[in-house]
């Protein structure tokens, strides 16, 4: 029979895999693995609410005083997250497609038009598949992209 351990929260005697072990293979803390769940529950309970708060009020702040930084990390994000963002890309490449996403803010600000960056090959297409570069990218309005959508427009690309 091998030994119990008892819980320091729950005063009950359990198997020794039933508490988090160190990398030696004893019991890091005397406190059940079903416990500290449970205390991690409550406690995340409590301070979501307030860390939610706080967050929101950063990435709000931070939106605020950069929204062509945002929507530029935004794109550059999800385009990395598709594989989309190539490693070679130069600084100065870089900088086009940051400078892009000025451009459609300012649009968008001097004409009270929505303006958005599209892919002009999507970077998701049905076909074929583009990268995040600056010469596959071009500001059109918001209602134009909404209905182009994922698709390749061949008059676009062709002409």
Not at 36 to 63: H, I, M, W
Not at 104 to 128: E, F, M
Request: glycine share 2%.
């Amino acid at each position: 029979m091998s030994k119990l351990y008892k819980c320091s929260l729950c005063n009950s005697k359990k198997q020794i895999n039933e508490f988090y072990l160190r990398s030696n293979g004893t019991v890091s803390e005397y406190k059940c693995k079903h416990c500290l769940s449970l205390k991690r529950q409550d406690k995340y309970q409590t301070d979501y609410e307030k860390v939610r708060e706080c967050n929101r009020k950063a990435v709000s702040e931070f939106q605020k005083r950069n929204p062509d930084k945002n929507s530029e990390k935004v794109a550059r994000y999800n385009a990395k997250k598709k594989n989309a963002f190539p490693k070679w890309l130069s600084q100065e490449d870089i900088s086009k497609i940051k400078s892009i996403y000025k451009l459609c803010r300012a649009i968008s600000k001097k004409t009270g038009v929505p303006h958005q960056v599209d892919h002009i090959v999507p970077l998701n297409g049905k076909d074929c598949s583009g990268l995040h570069v600056p010469w596959n990218l071009q500001v059109i309005t918001k209602d134009e992209n909404l209905r182009k959508s994922n698709k390749l427009i061949e008059d676009i690309v062709c002409s």
